[in-house]
Every structure is written in C-alpha cells, then in structure tokens.
C-alpha cells in the first residue's frame, strides 16, 4: 500500500506559477511510475504528466508540454509538479498517482491516488 499526498495547490492569476509536491509514505516509492492527472468541474479525469520509476523519462499532454515540469527526489518520496505560465484552463483538481512501471495516460493502469490539491487560474 502506498499513500500519496498532494499538496501546493491554490489560487494564481493568469501567467502565473505554481509547483505541487506529491509525497509518498513509502521507501519503495522508487518502484513505482508516478502521473499528475486534473479534473476540472463536468470534465473526466486527464493526464497531465508522467514521469518513470528512476526519474530518467517524463511525458507531457501537448495541453501542458513546455509549461510544466515534472521531477522526483526519490530520497524524499517525492514528485513535483512545476506550472508556469498557467492558465484560466488548468484550473482543476490535480491528483498524483503510482503505478507499475507500464502506467503512462490511462487512469486504470495506476493503483494508487491521493486526495487531489486544488488549484485555480484567475484570468
């Protein structure tokens, strides 16, 4: 069992930036593949970014691609989410998720979530 928490979401204008931390409860964090997913009000769940077990590969929506970062200190059983030039669009709920090492877009192949940060884009 891996319990994931988010965290650093709020409110930014428009261009602004923000950066989310998902923190895992376990030492075997580096076993697993770790995905941001958003879900803004009436709207499924989507992927947001993706990163591998080592850290090595990373994989963007073209939604986000060249204005958000995804990262992992897996000394820290972290993974960070790096937003800029955020806009009135990102506005979602963003989860983290884990996965075995074949988990990239599809929510079904992640076995664990956290609670979800808010974050909000004012325009």
């Known amino acids: 069992q891996v319990q994931l928490v988010e965290s650093g979401g709020g409110l930014v204008q428009a261009g602004g930036s923000l950066r989310l931390s998902c923190a895992a409860s376990?030492?075997?964090?580096?076993?697993?593949?770790i995905a941001w997913f958003r879900q803004a009000p009436g709207k499924e769940r989507e992927f947001v970014a993706r990163i591998s077990r080592s850290g090595g590969n990373t994989y963007y929506a073209d939604s986000v691609k060249g204005r958000f970062t995804i990262s992992r200190d897996n000394a820290k059983n972290t993974v960070y989410l790096q937003m800029n030039s955020l806009k009135p669009e990102d506005t979602a709920v963003y989860y983290c998720?884990?996965?075995?090492?074949?988990?990239?877009?599809?929510?079904?192949?992640?076995?664990?979530w956290g609670q979800g940060t808010q974050v909000t884009v004012s325009s």
């Open positions: 998720a884990a996965g075995p090492g074949t988990a990239v877009v599809r929510t079904e192949d992640y076995d664990y």
């Open positions: 376990r030492r075997t964090f580096g076993n697993y593949a």
